[in-house]
C-alpha cells in the first residue's frame, strides 16, 4: 500500500479528519509513555512523523515549531522530560519497521 496515494481518506471532510488528528495529537501528548522509538517500531512513525506531516502539509512554522506543536512542549523538554534511552532491542524493531514504510 502506498500511504500517500489518493483513496477514500480523501474524501473525508477536512473538519471531520482535523478533529481526528487533534485528538490523536492530545491523546499522544497524554500517552507519553508510548515512546517515540516504540511507536516506530510498531507502526513506522511518531510524533517526529507527524511533525513533518503537517510541515509538508503546509504548517507555516519551523521544525522546532512543528515539532513543540506535536509534543505539547519544545522538544528539548520533551526529550529531557519524557524520552528514555532506547535499547538496541527498540532500535532493531524500529529500523525493521521503517523499512517496510518503502
Known amino acids: 500500500m ?3 496515494s489518493p483513496d477514500k481518506l480523501d474524501q473525508l471532510d477536512d473538519g471531520v ?36 506531516w503537517i510541515m509538508e502539509a503546509g504548517f507555516e512554522g519551523d521544525k522546532a515549531a512543528a ?3 506535536i509534543h505539547g ?9 519524557r524520552q528514555t534511552p532506547a535499547t538496541e532491542e527498540q532500535l532493531a524493531r524500529m ?8
Open 2 to 4: 502506498d500511504t500517500n
Open 73 to 81: 512542549m519544545p522538544m528539548d523538554e520533551w526529550k529531557a522530560t
Open 17 to 52: 479528519a482535523a478533529a481526528a488528528f487533534r485528538r490523536l495529537v492530545r491523546h499522544l501528548q497524554h500517552r507519553h509513555d508510548a515512546q517515540n522509538i516504540d511507536l516506530m517500531g510498531l507502526s513506522g512513525f511518531c510524533r517526529n512523523c507527524l511533525s513533518d
Open 67 to 69: 515539532r513543540g506543536l
Open 95 to 102: 529500523k525493521e519497521s521503517v523499512a517496510r514504510n518503502k
